[in-house]
């Protein structure tokens, strides 16, 4: 008997599977319209809600024209109501109007649910179609609030992105092409982001040593935590910088009354400075806040974004990303560029690539925003090692070098340390490192004549290091008043005199010259040998017109590899001899 129940009721069960699939496969789009506009006509037929809200699951079999019909009749039908639904934490009273209100609006969060999965959703390949769903989550984003920007929807939005393990690459391009053009739209997203940094929960995951490198796929929690923190810049780097306006323009935004009106103004408590009484205001409204009181509250989330990011553990292809990018995209635009102060430190203390790549906003801090660094000088003369040379980001590095060396006020000591250093670095660098060298050292040189004693003069005898046959420069000395770089000369220099590379020959006959007197002599740009190679060199010999051609002939038909001269007492025969 047990055994004839079951097989009956696997045979019912089947039967009704079979119809639900005969169902999907009689439907047409027809019915999935026809449900819409009963929907839209009258309160009774109000149990089509639930069913359009089936068609959105990609999971089942529908076809997409039945999810996109489905989508549009909600959007119509959600679109009136939102001002009058309730929020989605209240409780309905006892009133059967709350009860459907309070129903609606669950049915409504649902909605939106399924339009973050949609725009995520990697089996969404249609792109007009994702497309066409953000378009209608925006909707809801700009109206969802009794008529204002919905920031809680959004929140989610945002929080889906950062979270997805996905490829959202087309997603987000679509989100910055579109949506962050609007000042309101950026607004709401730095206040996402900073919601997002202060609450995540992440392992150290900065990559600073190569030997970590070997044990990060040991830890699934760590790899988590990076995705996360590379989302989050991902994200928060393509949101473009607040540009600055006219008098007489405006700010483009997706919901024109809200945060940036006078209403939500007076009504937000986290927002502090006053608004100025004589400001321009939007033409398109009189209660939207004057441009630059927008420009303040966007530099304030705009800074609390990028601060809450930056004390993430990042790992370090992240890293380096941020400091290449952080002097000319975050520096501008925050409210008090000082905060960064403690992350640049740190990142130059740490050495090698890091600290070149952390030295371009370092010195933007020191030279337009008055921070004073004492070990600047410290940590730059521990920079300058061969592997520089060959580095990817030398040529801002040495137009940096140059720039931080070119104070009249420098002591000396300091400048002679710097010019031994770079001396001694030109016997084993490149051709194109030697002449950045000779560079830097002529405009040393030219800018502090009181290290001019470093030059050799053989004119006035033999200087104290030929006479001893020992230079007193430490090279391995880290203190710069201790290198007894004043006590030495410039011999290296001297070497390149013969250097095997013409154009490094050519080029230090320019130190001959009396770089005291400087009414005769100009400063040498960097920039132009900063980033120079072995093919530039190479181009450039080319390039250049030789008047005279050194020639080597022999007149006569020689008889030998070498002549009976070059090597005295030697005899040379053939093996047939």
């Given at each position: 008997m047990t055994s004839i129940q079951s097989s009956s009721k696997k045979r019912k069960n089947k039967g009704l599977g079979d119809n639900n699939k005969r169902k999907k496969k009689h439907q047409d789009l027809s019915d999935v319209r026809k449900l819409g506009e009963q929907l839209l006509s009258s309160r009774a037929h109000i149990n089509n809600l639930p069913l359009l809200l089936n068609f959105l699951d990609l999971k089942s079999s529908y076809p997409r024209e039945f999810l996109l019909e489905s989508l549009l009749s909600l959007q119509s039908f959600f679109t009136p109501l939102l001002p009058q639904l309730p929020s989605s934490s209240a409780k309905p009273t006892e009133d059967p109007e709350s009860i459907y209100q309070t129903w609606v609006r669950s049915k409504f969060d649902d909605f939106v649910q399924c339009l973050i999965q949609l725009a995520l959703s990697p089996s969404l390949d249609e792109e007009a179609l994702r497309e066409v769903v953000m378009d209608t989550l925006m909707e809801c984003v700009k109206v969802g609030n009794a008529g204002t920007f919905h920031s809680s929807i959004y929140h989610k939005f945002i929080h889906s992105l950062v979270y997805s393990t996905e490829e959202y690459d087309t997603l987000l391009n679509l989100l910055v092409t579109k949506y962050f053009k609007y000042i309101d739209v950026r607004y709401f997203t730095y206040i996402s982001l900073e919601k997002i940094t202060r609450t995540l929960d992440v392992k150290d995951c900065q990559d600073t040593d190569p030997e970590s490198a070997n044990t990060k796929l040991e830890s699934p929690a760590r790899a988590s935590g990076q995705l996360l923190v590379c989302n989050i810049h991902h994200v928060i780097s393509k949101i473009p910088p607040l540009e600055q306006l006219g008098e007489n323009s405006e700010y483009e935004m997706w919901n024109g009354s809200g945060v940036f009106s006078k209403e939500?103004?007076?009504?937000?408590?986290?927002?502090?400075?006053?608004?100025?009484?004589?400001?321009?205001?939007?033409?398109?409204?009189?209660?939207?806040?004057?441009?630059?009181?927008?420009?303040?509250?966007?530099?304030?989330?705009?800074?609390?974004?990028?601060?809450?990011?930056?004390?993430?553990?990042?790992?370090?292809?992240?890293?380096?990303?941020?400091?290449?990018?952080?002097?000319?995209?975050?520096?501008?635009?925050?409210?008090?560029?000082?905060?960064?102060?403690?992350?640049?430190?740190?990142?130059?203390?740490?050495?090698?690539?890091?600290?070149?790549?952390?030295?371009?906003?370092?010195?933007?801090?020191?030279?337009?925003?008055?921070?004073?660094?004492?070990?600047?000088?410290?940590?730059?003369?521990?920079?300058?090692?061969?592997?520089?040379?060959?580095?990817?980001?030398?040529?801002?590095?040495?137009?940096?070098?140059?720039?931080?060396?070119?104070?009249?006020?420098?002591?000396?000591?300091?400048?002679?340390?710097?010019?031994?250093?770079?001396?001694?670095?030109?016997?084993?660098?490149?051709?194109?490192?030697?002449?950045?060298?000779?560079?830097?050292?002529?405009?040393?040189?030219?800018?502090?004549?009181?290290?001019?004693?470093?030059?050799?003069?053989?004119?006035?005898?033999?200087?104290?290091?030929?006479?001893?046959?020992?230079?007193?420069?430490?090279?391995?000395?880290?203190?710069?008043?201790?290198?007894?770089?004043?006590?030495?000369?410039?011999?290296?220099?001297?070497?390149?005199?013969?250097?095997?590379?013409?154009?490094?020959?050519?080029?230090?006959?320019?130190?001959?010259?009396?770089?005291?007197?400087?009414?005769?002599?100009?400063?040498?740009?960097?920039?132009?040998?900063?980033?120079?190679?072995?093919?530039?060199?190479?181009?450039?010999?080319?390039?250049?017109?030789?008047?005279?051609?050194?020639?080597?002939?022999?007149?006569?038909?020689?008889?030998?590899?070498?002549?009976?001269?070059?090597?005295?007492?030697?005899?040379?025969?053939?093996?047939?001899?």
């Open positions: 939500g103004k007076t009504k937000s408590k986290k927002t502090k400075g006053t608004e100025e009484k004589q400001g321009e205001v939007k033409k398109s409204s009189n209660d939207v806040a004057s441009s630059a009181n927008i420009s303040k509250k966007m530099k304030l989330k705009f800074s609390k974004a990028w601060m809450s990011f930056l004390r993430l553990p990042l790992p370090i292809d992240v890293y380096k990303e941020v400091l290449v990018a952080l002097h000319q995209t975050v520096i501008p635009y925050l409210s008090n560029p000082i905060l960064l102060c403690d992350f640049l430190t740190r990142s130059y203390d740490i050495g090698g690539v890091i600290s070149v790549m952390a030295l371009s906003s370092l010195f933007v801090l020191m030279t337009e925003h008055g921070l004073e660094y004492p070990n600047l000088y410290v940590k730059l003369y521990a920079l300058l090692e061969p592997s520089i040379f060959i580095a990817k980001h030398r040529a801002k590095f040495f137009q940096l070098l140059d720039s931080c060396l070119k104070s009249p006020l420098l002591p000396a000591y300091l400048a002679a340390s710097f010019a031994k250093k770079l001396s001694r670095l030109a016997l084993t660098v490149p051709p194109s490192g030697g002449l950045v060298i000779i560079a830097l050292i002529h405009n040393l040189l030219r800018r502090h004549p009181s290290i001019n004693c470093l030059v050799h003069q053989e004119d006035d005898g033999e200087t104290e290091t030929v006479k001893s046959g020992i230079d007193h420069f430490n090279n391995e000395e880290t203190d710069l008043l201790k290198t007894n770089a004043m006590r030495s000369s410039l011999w290296e220099i001297d070497t390149l005199r013969h250097h095997y590379c013409p154009p490094v020959s050519r080029f230090v006959l320019s130190l001959e010259n009396d770089l005291t007197v400087r009414s005769k002599t100009t400063e040498v740009a960097i920039k132009d040998f900063s980033s120079g190679s072995y093919a530039t060199i190479f181009k450039e010999e080319i390039r250049r017109r030789v008047k005279q051609v050194p020639l080597a002939f022999n007149k006569t038909t020689p008889t030998s590899l070498f002549s009976e001269t070059d090597f005295a007492g030697w005899i040379f025969q053939s093996s047939d001899c």
